[in-house]
């Protein structure tokens, strides 16, 4: 599994200011924060915002592999576009997997981020 360094230290660095969704995935929910946030916060070129479960409802429907693989090389479609590994070439297939399964965890469990940063 390729994933940055720096992000696992996450884990260990401050686990109690992280909630239970996001110790359960620090990787994806750090990418989720440093890269997908920027358009999926605000909701960006069709980009589904994590306070919108019918969106990714819909879009979970397609398959999660369908979905990571959408994320990681990129998709355009009727309903919006999503760049190539969210616009960061430097993550990796495994950082970009734990992003997607963050969010959808995040979305399809109706809460999105608590920080108004990501929102």
Do not use: F
Not at 12 to 30: I, K, M, T
Not at 97 to 103: G, I, L, P, S
């Amino acid at each position: 599994m390729a994933i940055n360094p720096a992000l696992i230290s996450l884990a260990h660095a401050a686990p109690r200011s992280l909630d239970a969704a996001e110790r359960e995935n620090v990787v994806g929910a750090a990418i989720y924060r440093a890269t997908c946030a920027l358009c999926h916060g605000p909701g960006i070129a069709g980009a589904p915002r994590l306070d919108h479960g019918d969106s990714w409802r819909q879009r979970a429907a397609t398959g999660t592999e369908t979905l990571i693989g959408h994320a990681i090389s990129g998709y355009r479609g009727d309903r919006g576009l999503m760049p190539a590994r969210g616009g960061n070439p430097s993550l990796s297939d495994d950082e970009v997997r734990a992003a997607v399964e963050y969010m959808l965890s995040r979305a399809l469990a109706g809460s999105g981020p608590t920080d108004s940063a990501a929102n």
